[in-house]
């Protein structure tokens, strides 16, 4: 099983060029000194790491203010976003490729196969394009911002969030419809799934109990590391529509320089992927009964 | 010795498997598709751009709807948009292929390693790639652009590095279903050394997985380097890219003046597409 | 037709005429033609053939389950006088629900990996409308009738949990949960060790026998078809060419395909020091469809023109028997395709100095800090020019004693191996590689499929012969016409030949230097019989060229007794019994040898039962005192359970490890009834 410390992740060496490659060395060092990052990496590290730990994000450069507020306000708004496209895609996308694998080689399955296959691959800033000038400004339908205004209650918050998750839910929908697919054919092809039909099971008793059981496991996983491509879609999603979320944060920080930030930013990403794959490690040792009590008798 | 009769028939399926897969490849639709778009933007990238003029501004012609003049509008300094569309596949096409190639030959040779000595070369190894899958790539490459400044040669090494571990763990799961097998074994019992026996007893057999992660990979450096040009750490001006148009014109939208970004949004949407495609052909003939 | 038809309410099965068909790339294969055959209640029919000649595909088609390109293309298959080829959904459902079921081979993949064993027989109750319950005592009992012996922990196991035997046993608990007019059998046990194969196809018999339920029995193993069935069909290339009842078929077949393969299969009781294995020359037909006339005239040697033009039709022979051959009075007096007469080989002598020794042989894996003895205490010896036979069940250790011998796993330090007297390193890094060779079992995975068979061939002479350029390519010539490689087949790849011919390129490899040791590690268990009896014949006329010693590692008694001079047994790790062929074969034998010798049928349906109970002990928790002791149907008291009994020499060169007296393995064993079950 795939056990992972989050204290693996070293962004502590992103390079300390704060002022750009151009700006004069004397002052580079006179900065480095004030910031403390002339020390040795290690001892930079854990001070960081250790105030980390704490809730402690030290200071950001841009901002002269405590970095702690703006990731905590960032996540929270990505979460909400990724929410968002979490709820529509995983559905879509598992029931999409179970309606493909049970009409395999039909004209439905090569539908979606072919959609998702091209949803999958442009790219977010591409596909968000394309709906900002047809629904938002073409048909009006949506506001081509993500913010929405303050004191917004629920729904408004939810109607504005729905343009900005579709590019994402366009990305991952190929990629779990795909793996649903698979698996699902991989299910259908199976032996015990012949033996179920056989057995006489009706045909909906054979795709509930025996195949989707089976089918739908390995989907956990990819469900789970996509998290890490929805974060990288976050970057561009939220900087297209002025959102300020942890992919925003993060662009603005590198964009500036802004170590601390980057750094805090980053690290929060990596836990949220770590915690997400642990989750769906777990998730899949529960329902796997071979992971479960070891392999063999 | 023999006594018996050697005249015997040809087997069944005896027949050449090489043609077989070309032949198979070529009545794939989803790659005959795919090859045409992907050569139809090669087309633009090496002869059309040489027809075309990217550059020539026209400041009072600036944001002008398409018309017969100019058939995808002019942007906000005049140029032809039709100019830049077909000129801006020139870098995204140099770009992307090197970093997939430098991915994919570092990856390769990393993975074949981690697959052959399994022990604590693989386990080390392992955990540094998963620790880099931990972090999105787009990311990974955003921050070691920031880190390196931006130039051609930057993005590509940003990218194939970031592909290097995906590609690695591809090939290694590949490498260790091919070290059980008797003839890796045999090999040994000839008194083979490791590099013989990856290179080239092992190394043919992985290949099909790896032309596969290869066309992958390569509609994928197409996604990464668009988006790193969109958000300003990709290619650069003057370059007439298509991500870094978006980029430098999606501002105006809200003015109405869509075609700025439209057509370049409809290139890389088909660009990807294609080679997409292309992957799924060979990964369909490749199982 | 002078097939006896029994009246319609009493056939259980008719098929006529059926023609099944795959659509491969766009054109249609046809796989069987004409099939026709009838079941009669209570009957058990054998369904023959080698692979490819459409056996599974028939009972697939009788189900209904044929893969998604597969059709059936004409012909009706009549169940309880119900044309399953016309039925609806429904109605085949209700069907497969009550009146047939089905048994195959590979019964880990059968069952569900994810649901627990209770639950998934107890679904064929509630299917036909008993309660939770109901179901769950109906399942205890089910499992119980199949002889699993504690039921209550069976049920709330996951399948991967269970042995194969058990898993196999838990699938037959679920097609005879509902009593059923016919049960289809696809190689039921093929892939099960030899004494569980026993007990299974027992059991089978057992269950079949109380209910009369009708069997389509299909298989390869012509041994287990005669044990099994009382009529039984030959297919060839799609073809029914021959049928009658199981015992005067295989005592008198009448279609030289029939005969061929009877022939293929070495004599009870013949080494190939008596005479060489007859073959069937040639290949299966690609297309079938191509061949004019009759379907198997390409290989027969009686073939005359009328065979080439006209097919003939099945020809009824009286008592139930019919031949689809137009010579069927002559084809028992077929000629040979090979001479009759053994090669000849110089004598190996008692009195040779051992061409390998191998003293208190170990292995110790590690299996999650607990050691597992694979292997403990082995001495052997082996001449040169002679086969040493390993036969012994999965778990044994025969792979790792050959993968020691070959220097790719080291042996645990205080093991010791000479070569013609001289030390053998345990790591092929330090040896003299060309003494020591292999040939594998599965020939798909020796060789390396991306390289040319010219290129396998002359990189092993390169290697192991130092050869190069002109000199290395006349030896390449040599070698192969040596193995009977046809040159054309140089420049092809692997996946471009039949089983047969990787396998003799995989010989060819292994004969490439000057070996003084070949090891066989099962190599002709994943061929057909025909194929396997021109190997075997190969191996024979090798050896007596080269002189070369053979570690023959098999798990069939048959081409171990055929090929070997000694044979060595072993269990768990423990050598058991080694001793001359004929003297281990002939008794007394150690109570493991002598169960494993009589769950072997032959074909002429003749066996002695001994079974042995419960499961092959995982070597992980070794049973204490004799290794044995747990399933040894002549346990003799607590002395087994608690000493390891030693290996003491019975007669001249035959030891047997047991603590039962020499008279007593012999009183038993020559008894006529042999060891009640």
Same mark, same amino acid.
């Given at each position: 099983?795939?056990?992972?410390?989050?204290?693996?992740?070293?962004?502590?060496?992103?390079?300390?060029?704060?002022?750009?490659?151009?700006?004069?060395?004397?002052?580079?060092?006179?900065?480095?000194?004030?910031?403390?990052?002339?020390?040795?990496?290690?001892?930079?590290?854990?001070?960081?790491?250790?105030? /980390?730990?704490?809730?402690?994000?030290?200071?950001?450069?841009?901002?002269?203010?405590?970095?702690?507020?703006?990731?905590?306000?960032?996540?929270?708004?990505?979460?909400?976003?990724?929410?968002?496209?979490?709820?529509?895609?995983?559905?879509?996308?598992?029931?999409?490729?179970?309606?493909?694998?049970?009409?395999?080689?039909?004209?439905?399955?090569?539908?979606?196969?072919?959609?998702?296959?091209?949803?999958?691959?442009?790219?977010?800033?591409?596909?968000?394009?394309?709906?900002?000038?047809?629904?938002?400004?073409?048909?009006?339908?949506?506001?081509?911002?993500?913010?929405?205004?303050?004191?917004?209650?629920?729904?408004?918050?939810?109607?504005?969030?729905?343009?900005?998750?579709?590019?994402?839910?366009?990305?991952? /929908?190929?990629?779990?419809?795909?793996?649903?697919?698979?698996?699902?054919?991989?299910?259908?092809?199976?032996?015990?799934?012949?033996?179920?039909?056989?057995?006489?099971?009706?045909?909906?008793?054979?795709?509930?109990?025996?195949?989707?059981?089976?089918?739908?496991?390995?989907?956990?996983?990819?469900?789970?590391?996509?998290?890490?491509?929805?974060?990288?879609?976050?970057?561009?999603?939220?900087?297209?529509?002025?959102?300020?979320?942890?992919?925003?944060?993060?662009?603005?920080?590198?964009?500036?320089?802004?170590?601390?930030?980057?750094?805090?930013?980053?690290?929060?990403?990596?836990?949220?992927?770590?915690?997400?794959?642990?989750?769906?490690?777990?998730?899949?040792?529960?329902?796997?009964?071979?992971?479960?009590?070891?392999?063999?008798? | 010795?023999?006594?018996?009769?050697?005249?015997?028939?040809?087997?069944?399926?005896?027949?050449?498997?090489?043609?077989?897969?070309?032949?198979?490849?070529?009545?794939?639709?989803?790659?005959?598709?795919?090859?045409?778009?992907?050569?139809?933007?090669?087309?633009?990238?090496?002869?059309?751009?040489?027809?075309?003029?990217?550059?020539?501004?026209?400041?009072?012609?600036?944001?002008?709807?398409?018309?017969?003049?100019?058939?995808?509008?002019?942007?906000?300094?005049?140029?032809?948009?039709?100019?830049?569309?077909?000129?801006?596949?020139?870098?995204?096409?140099?770009?992307?292929?090197?970093?997939?190639?430098?991915?994919?030959?570092?990856?390769?040779?990393?993975?074949?390693?981690?697959?052959?000595?399994?022990?604590?070369?693989?386990?080390?190894?392992?955990?540094?790639?998963?620790?880099?899958?931990?972090?999105?790539?787009?990311?990974?490459?955003?921050?070691?652009?920031?880190?390196?400044?931006?130039?051609?040669?930057?993005?590509?090494?940003?990218?194939?590095?970031?592909?290097?571990?995906?590609?690695?763990?591809?090939?290694?799961?590949?490498?260790?279903?091919?070290?059980?097998?008797?003839?890796?074994?045999?090999?040994?019992?000839?008194?083979?050394?490791?590099?013989?026996?990856?290179?080239?007893?092992?190394?043919?057999?992985?290949?099909?997985?790896?032309?596969?992660?290869?066309?992958?990979?390569?509609?994928?450096?197409?996604?990464?380097?668009?988006?790193?040009?969109?958000?300003?750490?990709?290619?650069?001006?003057?370059?007439?890219?298509?991500?870094?148009?978006?980029?430098?014109?999606?501002?105006?939208?809200?003015?109405?003046?869509?075609?700025?970004?439209?057509?370049?949004?409809?290139?890389?949407?088909?660009?990807?597409?294609?080679?997409?495609?292309?992957?799924?052909?060979?990964?369909?003939?490749?199982? | 037709?002078?097939?006896?038809?029994?009246?319609?309410?009493?056939? +259980?099965?008719?098929?006529?005429?059926?023609?099944? +068909?795959?659509?491969?790339?766009?054109?249609?294969?046809?796989?069987?033609?004409?099939?026709?055959?009838?079941?009669?209640? &209570?009957?058990?029919?054998?369904?023959?053939?080698?692979?490819?000649?459409?056996?599974?595909?028939?009972?697939?088609?009788?189900?209904?389950?044929?893969?998604?390109?597969?059709?059936?293309?004409?012909?009706?298959?009549?169940?309880?006088?119900?044309?399953?080829?016309?039925?609806?959904?429904?109605?085949?459902?209700?069907? #497969?629900?009550? %009146?047939?079921?089905?048994?195959?081979?590979?019964?880990?993949?059968? *069952? @569900?990996?994810?649901?627990?064993?209770?639950?998934?027989?107890?679904?064929?109750?509630?299917?036909?409308?008993?309660?939770?319950?109901?179901?769950?005592?109906?399942?205890?009992?089910?499992?119980?009738?199949?002889?699993?012996?504690?039921?209550?922990?069976?049920?709330?196991?996951?399948?991967?949990?269970?042995?194969? &035997?058990?898993?196999?046993?838990?699938?037959?608990?679920?097609?005879?949960?509902?009593? #059923?007019?016919?049960?289809?059998?696809?190689?039921?046990?093929?892939?099960?060790?030899?004494?569980?194969?026993?007990?299974?196809?027992? *059991?089978?018999?057992?269950?079949?026998?109380?209910?009369? !339920?009708?069997?389509?029995?299909?298989?390869?193993?012509?041994?287990?078809?005669?044990?099994?069935?009382?009529?039984?069909?030959? *297919?060839?290339?799609?073809?029914?060419?021959?049928?009658?009842?199981?015992?005067?078929? $295989?005592?008198?077949?009448?279609?030289?395909?029939?005969?061929?393969?009877?022939?293929?299969?070495?004599?009870?009781?013949?080494?190939?020091?008596?005479?060489?294995?007859?073959?069937?020359? &040639?290949?299966?037909?690609?297309?079938?469809?191509?061949?004019?006339?009759?379907?198997?005239?390409?290989?027969?040697?009686?073939?005359?023109?009328?065979?080439?033009?006209?097919?003939?039709?099945?020809?009824?022979?009286?008592?139930?028997?019919?031949?689809?051959?137009?010579?069927?009075?002559?084809?028992?007096?077929?000629?040979? %395709?090979?001479?009759?007469?053994?090669?000849?080989?110089?004598?190996?002598?008692?009195?040779?100095?051992?061409?390998?020794?191998?003293?208190?042989?170990?292995?110790?894996?590690?299996?999650?800090?607990?050691?597992?003895?694979?292997?403990?205490?082995?001495?052997?010896?082996?001449?040169?020019?002679?086969?040493?036979?390993?036969?012994?069940?999965?778990?044994?250790?025969?792979?790792?004693?050959?993968?020691?011998?070959?220097?790719?796993?080291?042996?645990?330090?205080?093991?010791?191996?000479?070569?013609?007297?001289?030390?053998?390193?345990?790591?092929?890094?330090?040896?003299?590689?060309?003494?020591?060779?292999?040939? $594998?079992? @599965?020939?798909?995975?020796?060789?390396?499929?991306?390289?040319?068979?010219?290129?396998?061939?002359?990189?092993?002479?390169?290697?192991?012969?130092?050869?190069?350029?002109?000199?290395?390519?006349?030896?390449?010539?040599?070698?192969?016409?040596?193995?009977?490689?046809?040159?054309?087949?140089?420049?092809?790849?692997?996946?471009?030949?039949? &089983?047969?011919?990787?396998?003799?390129?995989?010989? +060819?490899?292994?004969?490439?230097?000057?070996?003084?040791?070949?090891?066989?590690?099962?190599?002709?268990?994943?061929?057909?019989?025909?194929?396997?009896?021109?190997?075997? @014949?190969?191996?024979?006329?090798?050896?007596?060229?080269?002189? !070369?010693?053979?570690?023959?590692?098999?798990?069939?008694?048959?081409?171990?007794?055929?090929?070997?001079?000694?044979?060595?047994?072993?269990?768990?790790?423990?050598?058991?019994?080694?001793?001359?062929?004929? #003297?281990?074969?002939?008794?007394?034998?150690?109570?493991?040898?002598?169960?494993?010798?009589?769950?072997?049928?032959?074909?002429?349906?003749?066996?002695?039962?001994?079974?042995?109970?419960?499961?092959?002990?995982?070597?992980?928790?070794?049973?204490?005192?004799?290794? $044995?002791?747990?399933?040894?149907?002549? #346990?003799?008291?607590?002395?087994?359970?608690?000493?390891?009994?030693?290996?003491?020499?019975?007669?001249?060169?035959? +030891?047997?490890?047991?603590?039962?007296?020499?008279?007593?393995?012999?009183?038993?064993?020559?008894?006529?009834?042999?060891?009640?079950?």
């Amino acid at each position: 099983m795939l056990v992972f410390a989050g204290g693996q992740l070293l962004p502590g060496d992103v390079g300390r060029s704060i002022l750009g490659p151009l700006a004069d060395p004397r002052a580079v060092a006179v900065l480095d000194h004030q910031l403390g990052v002339d020390r040795p990496m290690l001892v930079q590290y854990w001070d960081w790491i250790s105030h /980390f730990v704490t809730g402690d994000m030290s200071t950001s450069y841009t901002y002269r203010s405590p970095v702690a507020p703006f990731v905590g306000t960032a996540l929270v708004n990505s979460l909400k976003l990724g929410a968002v496209a979490f709820l529509i895609v995983v559905p879509l996308g598992i029931y999409g490729g179970v309606v493909a694998a049970l009409n395999q080689d039909r004209w439905i399955d090569r539908a979606i196969t072919l959609t998702s296959l091209s949803a999958t691959v442009v790219p977010e800033f591409v596909s968000g394009i394309v709906l900002i000038l047809t629904l938002g400004i073409g048909l009006r339908l949506f506001p081509i911002t993500a913010t929405p205004p303050p004191d917004a209650g629920f729904f408004t918050q939810l109607y504005y969030l729905i343009l900005p998750s579709i590019p994402l839910v366009l990305v991952l /929908f190929g990629y779990i419809a795909r793996m649903a697919r698979a698996g699902t054919v991989a299910a259908l092809d199976s032996e015990y799934t012949r033996t179920a039909v056989l057995k006489g099971l009706p045909w909906r008793t054979v795709i509930w109990r025996h195949v989707l059981r089976n089918a739908l496991l390995p989907t956990i996983t990819v469900v789970a590391s996509q998290t890490g491509y929805l974060i990288g879609g976050l970057v561009v999603v939220e900087t297209l529509f002025h959102y300020q979320g942890i992919g925003g944060l993060i662009y603005s920080a590198a964009r500036s320089h802004d170590f601390p930030m980057l750094e805090a930013g980053v690290l929060t990403v990596g836990l949220i992927y770590v915690v997400s794959t642990l989750a769906a490690d777990l998730a899949y040792a529960m329902l796997n009964p071979r992971i479960r009590y070891g392999a063999g008798t | 010795m023999s006594t018996i009769s050697t005249a015997e028939p040809e087997p069944a399926g005896f027949r050449q498997p090489r043609f077989e897969r070309t032949r198979l490849l070529l009545r794939s639709p989803a790659f005959l598709c795919g090859m045409a778009i992907l050569l139809f933007w090669v087309f633009c990238a090496t002869v059309g751009q040489s027809y075309v003029d990217p550059l020539g501004d026209d400041i009072l012609n600036a944001l002008a709807p398409p018309s017969a003049d100019h058939w995808f509008g002019t942007d906000q300094l005049g140029r032809d948009l039709f100019a830049r569309v077909i000129a801006g596949a020139r870098d995204i096409l140099v770009v992307a292929p090197l970093a997939t190639v430098l991915g994919v030959v570092l990856g390769t040779t990393l993975g074949l390693v981690m697959g052959f000595f399994p022990g604590p070369i693989d386990d080390i190894v392992s955990r540094v790639v998963e620790a880099v899958l931990a972090l999105p790539l787009l990311i990974v490459a955003l921050i070691a652009l920031t880190a390196l400044g931006t130039s051609n040669l930057t993005v590509i090494v940003a990218i194939g590095l970031s592909f290097t571990p995906l590609i690695a763990r591809t090939v290694r799961a590949a490498v260790l279903t091919e070290r059980n097998l008797d003839y890796v074994a045999a090999a040994r019992l000839r008194g083979e050394n490791a590099l013989h026996i990856m290179f080239v007893e092992i190394l043919p057999n992985v290949l099909p997985p790896i032309v596969v992660e290869l066309t992958v990979r390569l509609g994928y450096a197409i996604f990464t380097v668009a988006t790193l040009s969109f958000l300003g750490v990709g290619l650069q001006p003057p370059s007439s890219d298509w991500g870094l148009a978006i980029s430098e014109n999606y501002a105006l939208i809200g003015g109405g003046y869509w075609w700025t970004v439209l057509f370049d949004a409809l290139a890389i949407a088909s660009l990807v597409i294609g080679v997409n495609l292309i992957a799924d052909g060979v990964a369909g003939v490749a199982e | 037709m002078t097939r006896e038809p029994p009246p319609a309410d009493e056939i +259980a099965l008719r098929v006529e005429n059926l023609d099944v +068909a795959y659509r491969v790339r766009g054109r249609d294969r046809s796989v069987l033609r004409g099939l026709d055959l009838q079941i009669g209640r &209570g009957e058990t029919y054998g369904l023959v053939g080698e692979s490819g000649c459409g056996k599974s595909t028939a009972a697939m088609a009788v189900m209904r389950y044929l893969p998604r390109n597969g059709r059936i293309t004409a012909g009706r298959i009549l169940i309880d006088g119900h044309d399953v080829t016309l039925m609806p959904d429904e109605a085949l459902r209700r069907l #497969r629900e009550r %009146s047939v079921s089905m048994v195959y081979q590979d019964p880990g993949r059968a *069952l @569900n990996p994810s649901i627990r064993i209770g639950p998934q027989v107890a679904e064929v109750f509630t299917l036909v409308g008993a309660s939770e319950s109901e179901a769950q005592t109906r399942t205890l009992d089910v499992l119980r009738r199949v002889r699993i012996t504690d039921p209550e922990r069976v049920m709330e196991r996951y399948p991967h949990q269970l042995s194969g &035997g058990m898993q196999q046993r838990v699938v037959i608990a679920m097609a005879l949960a509902v009593e #059923r007019k016919l049960i289809i059998l696809d190689e039921p046990t093929t892939g099960l060790d030899a004494t569980v194969e026993a007990e299974v196809l027992d *059991l089978i018999e057992a269950l079949r026998a109380e209910h009369s !339920t009708s069997v389509l029995f299909i298989g390869h193993n012509l041994g287990v078809i005669a044990r099994m069935c009382s009529r039984v069909g030959v *297919l060839y290339a799609g073809r029914l060419v021959e049928e009658g009842p199981t015992r005067e078929i $295989f005592a008198e077949p009448r279609h030289p395909y029939t005969v061929g393969l009877l022939r293929c299969l070495p004599r009870r009781g013949t080494s190939r020091l008596d005479e060489r294995l007859d073959t069937i020359p &040639g290949f299966l037909p690609a297309s079938p469809m191509a061949v004019s006339g009759c379907i198997f005239h390409p290989r027969c040697a009686m073939a005359q023109d009328i065979c080439r033009q006209t097919e003939p039709p099945l020809i009824g022979l009286g008592g139930g028997r019919s031949s689809r051959c137009h010579f069927h009075a002559d084809a028992p007096h077929l000629p040979r %395709s090979t001479r009759p007469d053994p090669a000849v080989r110089s004598a190996v002598s008692e009195a040779d100095a051992p061409l390998l020794r191998v003293e208190d042989l170990g292995k110790t894996f590690d299996s999650g800090g607990h050691p597992v003895h694979a292997l403990r205490d082995i001495s052997l010896h082996l001449r040169s020019g002679e086969t040493l036979g390993l036969v012994g069940e999965s778990g044994s250790g025969k792979t790792t004693l050959a993968r020691i011998l070959l220097g790719l796993i080291p042996p645990d330090s205080g093991s010791r191996l000479l070569l013609d007297a001289e030390s053998l390193p345990p790591l092929p890094a330090r040896r003299n590689l060309d003494a020591v060779q292999i040939v $594998f079992q @599965n020939p798909d995975s020796a060789l390396n499929r991306a390289h040319t068979v010219r290129r396998i061939i002359g990189r092993a002479l390169e290697r192991l012969a130092k050869l190069r350029g002109r000199p290395m390519q006349e030896r390449m010539l040599q070698l192969t016409h040596g193995v009977q490689l046809a040159d054309r087949y140089l420049s092809a790849k692997p996946r471009q030949l039949s &089983g047969g011919l990787k396998q003799r390129v995989a010989i +060819a490899r292994a004969f490439a230097g000057t070996p003084k040791l070949v090891v066989c590690d099962e190599p002709t268990s994943a061929l057909d019989v025909s194929v396997q009896a021109a190997i075997l @014949n190969l191996l024979a006329d090798l050896q007596a060229e080269r002189h !070369t010693s053979y570690l023959f590692i098999s798990h069939d008694l048959g081409v171990v007794r055929y090929l070997s001079d000694r044979i060595a047994v072993l269990y768990l790790g423990r050598l058991m019994e080694v001793g001359p062929a004929e #003297r281990v074969f002939r008794g007394p034998h150690h109570p493991y040898t002598e169960a494993l010798l009589s769950a072997v049928p032959g074909p002429d349906g003749t066996s002695r039962r001994v079974i042995l109970k419960g499961e092959i002990p995982s070597a992980v928790r070794p049973p204490t005192g004799c290794a $044995f002791h747990t399933r040894c149907p002549r #346990r003799i008291g607590p002395i087994c359970d608690t000493e390891e009994p030693p290996l003491s020499e019975r007669d001249a060169g035959h +030891a047997i490890r047991c603590h039962l007296a020499t008279v007593e393995m012999r009183r038993e064993t020559t008894g006529a009834a042999g060891v009640p079950v």
